[in-house]
C-alpha cells in the first residue's frame, strides 16, 4: 500500500479521507504518525496557497508524497476586510481554540447577520507534492447558516459545526444524523480520484 503524509493534524479532517483512499491502495498518514510538527506561517491569500506553504514545509523531511489542505469561510454581506476568508481560526494574529472560535464567529453573525443568521460557504483548497511536481484542487460546498445561538454538542476539531446549520433540513450539524448526512453528502470522489491520480504518478 503506497504511503501519503496529511500534513495535518486535525483528525476530522484525517478521517474524511482516510477510508476513500484506503480503498485506491493509499495509507493516510498523520504528522502524530511520524512525530512531525513544526510552525509554519500560512500567510497565502487562498486555500491553494496555503496548502502549497504547508505541503512545501514537510517537502524535505520525509520521502513520502505530501497532502495539504486549507479552507476559506466566506460571509454574505461581510466586508471584505472582516472576512474569515484564509484565517478561518486565526484571528487577529492568534490561533483561536474550538469555543473562542465559537464565540467570534457567534459575534459575527450578529454583527452582520439578520434574524441571528448569515448565509456562509467553505471553499477548499489541497495540494499535493510527489517526485517534487506539485498538483492543486480547488471546491466549494453548498451554502449553510451561521447562527447566533449555539448548540451545546461539539465536533472536536470542527467548532463551527456548533453554529452551522443545513439549509434544507433546518439542523445543526452537530444534530445531523447518519442517515442526513448520507442522504446530503456531496460526492467527493474526484477529490479522491485526484489525490490517487497524483500519487500514481
Not at 495535518?8 to 510538527?37: A, P, V, Y
Not at 523531511?61 to 461581510?78: K, T
Amino acid at each position: 500500500m503506497k504511503k501519503l503524509l496529511f500534513a495535518t493534524t486535525n483528525q476530522s479532517k484525517i478521517n474524511r479521507f482516510r477510508e476513500g483512499l484506503s480503498k485506491k491502495g493509499i495509507e493516510l498518514l498523520s504528522l502524530d504518525d511520524l512525530n512531525l510538527n513544526i510552525e509554519v506561517a500560512e500567510n497565502g491569500k487562498n486555500a491553494i496557497e496555503n496548502a502549497l506553504i504547508k505541503a512545501r514545509a514537510y517537502q524535505n523531511l520525509v520521502d513520502i508524497p505530501i497532502l495539504a489542505m486549507d479552507d476559506n469561510l466566506f460571509l454574505e454581506n461581510v466586508f471584505e476586510n472582516s472576512q474569515p476568508g484564509t484565517n478561518v481560526r486565526r484571528v487577529d494574529g492568534k490561533s483561536l481554540t474550538d469555543e473562542e472560535m465559537i464565540k467570534h464567529y457567534t459575534n459575527l453573525v450578529k454583527k452582520y447577520g439578520t434574524d441571528g443568521k448569515i448565509t456562509a460557504r467553505w471553499v477548499y483548497g489541497i495540494a499535493i507534492i510527489n517526485k517534487s511536481q506539485e498538483y492543486t484542487y480547488t471546491w466549494s460546498k453548498s451554502d449553510f447558516y451561521l447562527v447566533s445561538k449555539p448548540t451545546e454538542k461539539r465536533n472536536v476539531g470542527y467548532p463551527l459545526n456548533s453554529i452551522s446549520i443545513n439549509k434544507k433540513l433546518n439542523k445543526y450539524f452537530t444534530d445531523m444524523t447518519e442517515e442526513d448526512k448520507l442522504n446530503l453528502a456531496e460526492d467527493e470522489r474526484d477529490i479522491i480520484d485526484f489525490i490517487a491520480s497524483c500519487i500514481e504518478i
